[in-house]
């Protein structure tokens, strides 16, 4: 039997990460196991299976560990459960995108299979930190978009749906033709601002190492 889920705050989910950081996990294992419990189901609406909800969701909660356990960067200011179910959200698309026509493209490429098996392991570390920077430009380029271009993007993130039949009912937009019209402008808008985010984040990076 599941246990109830419980509503973390975002001061809980510091603390937890704070311990965590000292070698005390038990709070922050604790967060996770509520994180699968309260993120899967979600997460099936995407994927409509358990087992690949659970791979997406387990990806994004070790490169959380990665980047703010290990390497101890500074967490998102808030919302830190909505960036990892966000962070997994975008690895299925990400997945996804040789078969979907998503409006939700990651910056840049990630490398092909053909190139990967004559990569070293520095190449696979250095191209995952580049789709994490990706992810994370798209997802601030998205809180800076603007009425209904934050809302279509958001509403497709938590909904799964991109079909802009099935959308313009749950965004209450006139019809499909105006789904489509503000789509494309506004995945213009986003790209801009992602790339612009990712070049920061970038030199950010440089200055780091």
């Not at 990460?17 to 993120?39: D, I, P």
């Amino acid at each position: 039997m599941n246990k109830p889920i419980i509503e973390w705050s975002q001061a809980e989910i510091v603390l937890a990460v704070e311990e965590a950081r000292e070698g005390v996990l038990t709070q922050l294992n604790h967060f996770f196991s509520n994180l699968y419990q309260k993120g899967i189901p979600v997460l099936m609406s995407l994927t409509k299976s358990e087992e690949e909800a659970r791979s997406y969701l387990s990806d994004a909660i070790l490169r959380f560990k990665q980047k703010f356990i290990e390497m101890e960067k500074r967490l998102p200011e808030k919302n830190i459960e909505g960036y990892i179910f966000t962070m997994a959200k975008f690895a299925f698309y990400d997945a996804q995108n040789q078969q979907n026509t998503t409006s939700i493209e990651l910056v840049g490429q990630v490398p092909d299979e053909k190139a990967e098996e004559s990569e070293s392991p520095s190449h696979y570390h250095a191209a995952d930190e580049l789709q994490l920077l990706q992810q994370r430009a798209m997802m601030e380029g998205i809180q800076k978009l603007t009425g209904h271009c934050q809302q279509l993007f958001e509403t497709i993130l938590d909904t799964g749906e991109e079909k802009s039949s099935k959308l313009y009912p749950t965004l209450g937009w006139k019809d499909a033709r105006q789904v489509t019209t503000r789509r494309h402008d506004c995945t213009k808008q986003l790209k801009i601002k992602a790339a612009v985010i990712l070049e920061t984040l970038l030199h950010q990076k440089n200055q780091e190492i």
